[in-house]
Nanobody, 123 residues
Framework: QVNLVESGGASVQPGGSLRLSCQVS????????VSWFRQGPGERREGVAR????????NYAASVKGRIAISEDQDTSTVFLQMNGLKPEDAGMYYC????????????????WGQGTQVTVSS
């Protein structure tokens, strides 16, 4: 069973940067995906970035491409989300999620979710 713990959320001004962390523990399949999703107030949860265990090129939502980067430190089993040039519309609760086998934006493919970390972007 996999356990996910997010951290790093904070309040920043527009244009600022944050790095979110997702600590992954427990058994992880050789082929698996860890993704970041976010949900703003009154909005649907949406996929932001995902990374596959076999080292494929990460995948990003169009709204964040060029501003956000997902990476993994395999030594510490931590998946990071580096966010630059933050906009007010980037605000929300950020969740990391684990899916065995395949990377997708489909929620039901994810078997484990973290508790979330809050990102606020305002001046």
């Amino acid at each position: 069973q996999v356990n996910l713990v997010e951290s790093g959320g904070a309040s920043v001004q527009p244009g600022g940067s944050l790095r979110l962390s997702c600590q992954v523990s427990g058994y992880r399949a050789d082929t698996s995906c860890v993704s970041w999703f976010r949900q703003g107030p009154g909005e649907r949860r949406e996929g932001v970035a995902r990374i596959f265990s076999l080292g494929d090129v990460p995948n990003y939502a169009a709204s964040v491409k060029g501003r956000i980067a997902i990476s993994e430190d395999q030594d510490t089993s931590t998946v990071f989300l580096q966010m630059n040039g933050l906009k007010p519309e980037d605000a929300g609760m950020y969740y990391c999620a684990y899916a065995p086998e395949a990377c997708t934006w489909v929620f039901k493919r994810y078997t484990t979710w973290g508790q979330g970390t809050q990102v606020t972007v305002s001046s």
